[in-house]
């Protein structure tokens, strides 16, 4: 009888406890702390990657230096290293999901230079671009160097190309210097072999070459040329490999090794002369067999445009693409392409037209502007070149013999067309012959005029020295050209420091 009396007891006390407790929190819900607002943070909008997984075709590398691709992501977007100490940082998010925030950039690298030295990938395959080791990894014997240590690529000024996008402060990847690349080669979860592919970037027309190659996408894991259909890569540029385009360019192009492809013949369609904007959505899709699309679109407003789909080119059926994602460079390292770079993924599967528009409007809808970084076009000049090793001026006299300092008056064979980069470098085409100037060899062999167009071994930084007179350092070994033997023998780039044979004297002739 006690225990039933005092059951009867404690029902009242338990539901007037429970009365006073949800009528407590109902006042705390209603009445916020003094000195707090009472907010609910707003889910992120579905990024890129989102759109893509939602069209069955799941992105496998992601990356941006301005924003997030997922909704969801919230880590960091790259990193950075600043030269004054070698410090690194990594640059993430303003929030989950949202823009970057480049404050902490501006301020860790103010009074010194900052280098990107990775780019993160976004996706859980963690496929992140480091550096290009070109021919420095294992197994790349088959690579053209880059500038770097050992024939390692060098890292893009992180703070050379400003944008905003949504209003907020960001920094794009600058390609401006030869050598400039990033790369991957051992990346998990990707396209390989035939499987179809599906690739975007946003990038620019700001800065742009006519040289190989400002590529992103699948190429080689060894960083050489593995032959057609090895790689699977936009190409953007006015490069016309196979000849025959109409226009100026830039265009939006396959690169597929051996042979940038605006359509399965090569050039461009002449309804598309070029292919421009400040900022541009670049899109390459290939299933592997039958088809490879191209798209372009403007990265701040409208949808897409068709360039071209259809049949692979002759040899590139099926594709043989490997494990290996880059940005910058050619699949076997070619270091002259130049470009911009903002985002970008590769997805797998084949991705609708209809996902393609959606990721289109996503990308007009994260507000990009203010691209207004500008580059000085090449400039030519004719000049000669005069040895202080012996006083003489340096002659081509044919595309058989090597270039020697042996004459002492001016003419044709003296002549050389200059053409000054926006990047420090030039190229030399000798008027003997109308060929242009090779350190032949990769630098181990002498100078000389048979080329047909210039590269990597035609392509030399011009050194200013305290005197006046000028210094040439040939791109693939990095040595400087001296006039060896006083003069007495051709000319060869196997110096390591300027003296009076690596010295000469820069006229206009």
Known sequence: MLATSLSLLRSPLRRRTRLLLAFLLAVAIAVPVLGTTATRAAAAAPGPCDIYASGGTPCAAAYSTTRAMFASYNGPLYQ????????????????????????????????????????????????????????????????????????????????????????????????????????????????????????????????????????FG???TDDSDDGNATMNAIYYGSACWTGGCTGPGPWVGGDLENGMYFSAAGPNPPTIPSETG??????????????????????????????????????????KVQPSIELGTGGDNSPMGTGEFFEGAVTRGF????????????????????????????TTSVISLKAHANGKYVDAPNSTTSLIADATSVGTNETFTMVANNNGTVNLKAHSDNQWVTAENKGDSPLIANRGGPGPWETFYLLHNPDGSVSLRAYNNQHLVTAESAGASPLIANRTAVGPWEEFDLTPA
């Open 218 to 220: 699948s190429a080689e």
């Open 351 to 378: 991705p609708s037209d209809a996902t393609e528009n959606a990721v289109q409007a996503n990308i007009t809808a994260a507000g990009y502007a203010d691209n207004t970084t500008t580059f000085p076009p090449p």
């Open 278 to 319: 400040s900022f541009v959505s670049a899109w390459e899709k290939n299933n592997g067999t039958t088809n490879f699309t191209l798209k372009y679109g403007n990265g701040q407003s409208g949808g897409l445009t068709q360039s071209y789909s259809g049949a692979l080119p002759n040899g590139y059926n099926p594709m």
């Open 80 to 215: 950075i290293q600043r030269d004054s100490d070698h410090g690194a940082r990594n640059i993430g998010l303003a929030s989950a999901g949202g823009p970057v925030d480049a404050a902490p950039q501006d301020s860790f690298c103010a009074g010194t230079t900052c280098t990107i030295t990775e780019l993160y990938d976004q996706t859980p395959n963690a496929n992140n671009l480091p550096i290009s080791p070109g021919s420095s990894c294992p197994g790349c014997s088959g690579s053209l160097s880059g500038p770097g240590p050992n024939g390692s690529d060098i890292g893009a000024d992180a703070m050379a190309l400003p944008v905003t996008i949504g209003g907020r402060h960001a920094y794009g990847v600058l390609f401006n210097n030869i050598g400039t690349g990033y790369r991957n080669n051992a990346a998990k979860n990707v396209p390989t072999g035939s499987q179809p592919e599906g690739i975007y970037m946003l990038t620019s027309s700001n800065l742009v070459s006519s040289s190989c190659c400002f590529d």
